[in-house]
């Protein structure tokens, strides 16, 4: 299947620091990525969809000027988030978007990174 | 109400049996369905895709049921390598690819 890498894998900053996450899909091209974010024992939440060439769309309650999406490149989204604070702390997850048609049938996947651990002190 | 729902689990399993789980969904509009796999503190893994007729991968079957919005997963046979949390995803829009998650549900296969 399709790789996508996330770096860091992990970091631990302190409160008050910017910390940039990239997710690079690394053999295709995407246009579309998103960005999520799991706290422990609960599910993904989408936060923002990146697309290439534009600016990102947000989810309700998630602030863009505290996340910053940047789509430069069809294999690249970058997640900046400004001064973290310790409830900013989780687990960040990026995924990449693929979809068409295949042997008659419609495909519509998303392929994920392997996820940065944010530890804000 | 959230969007998509799952039974949290955990469901203890022996090693070798059958356990399967349902999750629904509550728009009707919905057109992509999807089970992916989570492991501890790791990313959430495709499992399979869920087609309208059903659809079977090995030990893993999975169901869609319209008309009631649920999809189902069976896992026959069950290994000790099948433990982890299991993510029911809905898709609305097919060609955005905008997907909703399920929190979950826990799988625990014991010896």
């Known amino acids: 299947g399709a790789v996508v890498s996330q770096h860091p894998s992990w970091v631990i900053c302190k409160s008050g620091t910017s910390v940039k996450i990239e997710c690079r899909s690394l053999?295709?091209?995407?246009?579309?990525m998103f960005w999520y974010r799991q706290f422990p024992k609960q599910s993904l939440m989408l936060m923002a969809t990146?697309?290439?060439?534009?600016?990102?769309?947000?989810e309700q309650g998630v602030e863009k000027d505290k996340f910053l999406i940047n789509h430069a490149s069809l294999t690249l989204s970058t997640l900046t988030v400004t001064s973290a604070h310790p409830e900013d702390s989780s687990f960040y997850i990026c995924?990449?978007?693929?979809?068409?048609?295949?042997?008659?049938?419609?495909?519509?996947?998303?392929?994920f990174g392997p996820g940065t651990r944010l530890t804000v002190l | 109400r959230k969007e998509v729902e799952q039974d949290p689990g955990p469901f203890n399993v022996p090693e070798g049996a059958t356990v399967a789980f349902n999750c629904t969904y509550s728009?009707?509009?919905?057109?992509?369905f999807f089970w992916y796999r989570q492991d501890c503190r790791k990313e959430p893994k495709l499992l399979m895709s869920?087609?309208?007729s059903g659809n079977e991968d090995g030990r893993f079957t999975a169901q869609l049921n319209r008309a009631s919005q649920y999809i189902s997963l069976l896992i026959r046979d069950s290994k000790l390598s099948d433990s982890a949390t299991y993510l029911c995803?809905?898709?609305?829009?097919?060609?955005?690819?905008?997907?909703?998650f399920g929190a979950g549900t826990q799988v625990v296969v014991t010896p």
């Open positions: 995803v809905v898709a609305t829009t097919d060609s955005w690819g905008k997907f909703q």
């Open positions: 995924s990449a978007h693929i979809s068409g048609e295949a042997s008659g049938r419609s495909y519509n996947e998303q392929f």
């Open positions: 869920v087609y309208s």
């Open positions: 053999d295709f091209q995407a246009t579309t």
């Open positions: 728009n009707s509009a919905s057109q992509s």
């Open positions: 990146s697309n290439e060439g534009s600016k990102a769309t947000y």
